[in-house]
């Protein structure tokens, strides 16, 4: 595998509070994406943040990469109930680019 | 908006039995995969593509074949379907590796 410590497999917060989820990887990657599934439907793109980049922000989303741990993590802030997902992150797979493979995710769920 | 169209979306087949799942991207992109979705594996890449007659395999290929007959069309095919196959597929499309994927809907294939 070319996961590391796996993400947190469930976190159950209140609505307004912040949260943060965790990926680690192996092998070298030039990118990094975060994607949230909701149920029943296919994943979508949240942030994608290069090799060169350290911190990418969108909206209450905040994506960090420390290419030296070979880490990420992915920050919500003032979570909404519809930030009810599961959040995967993504790497090449050390392939340079050519792949996308994906985490086994974590489970979020924001209560009202 | 990326447009990723998988069929059938539900099929139930019998052990030993032959299937085939389609998919077609009309973004004009170069890349397409297939993956599979089981609980507490996230998403596990099968086959993926970069462009028409390209066939790279990913890290769960035991027991598919992939075809990408053109730009569009994307296929995978179980020739010998096992009750192991049983999952949710989905397939996506990127302009290139290290950029955002676009998914389908799913397929759920159920073998009996």
């Known amino acids: 595998s070319q996961w590391g410590e796996e993400n947190l497999q469930a976190l159950s917060i209140q609505e307004g509070e912040d949260v943060t989820m965790n990926c680690s990887y192996k092998?070298?990657?030039?990118?990094v994406q975060w994607y949230r599934q909701k149920s029943g439907k296919g994943p979508a793109q949240l942030i994608l943040?290069?090799?060169?980049?350290r911190e990418k922000r969108s909206g209450r989303l905040r994506a960090t990469l420390d290419t030296s741990s070979q880490s990420s993590s992915l920050s919500i802030t003032g979570t909404l109930a519809t930030d009810t997902a599961v959040y995967f992150c993504?790497?090449?797979?050390?392939?340079?680019?050519?792949?996308?493979?994906f985490g086994s995710g974590t489970r979020l769920l924001v209560s009202p | 908006e990326a447009a990723v169209t998988q069929s059938p979306r539900n099929k139930v087949t019998v052990t030993g039995g032959n299937v085939t799942l389609s998919c077609r991207q009309t973004?004009?992109?170069?890349?397409m995969y297939w993956y599979r979705q089981d609980t507490g594996h996230g998403l596990r890449l099968i086959h993926y593509?970069?462009?028409?007659?390209?066939?790279q395999i990913g890290d769960v290929p035991d027991g598919y074949k992939a075809t990408r007959t053109t730009q569009e069309d994307f296929f995978l095919l179980l020739e010998l379907a096992s009750p192991s196959q049983t999952s949710l597929y989905f397939c996506?499309?990127?302009?290139?590796?290290?950029?955002?994927?676009?998914f389908g809907k799913g397929t759920r294939l159920t073998v009996v």
């Open positions: 973004n004009s992109h170069n890349y």
């Open positions: 943040i290069r090799s060169n980049e």
């Open positions: 092998t070298y990657t030039t990118v």
């Open positions: 993504a790497t090449d797979g050390g392939t340079g680019g050519y792949k996308v493979v």
């Open positions: 593509s970069y462009g028409a007659g390209n066939l």
């Open positions: 996506a499309s990127s302009p290139g590796g290290d950029t955002e994927v676009f």
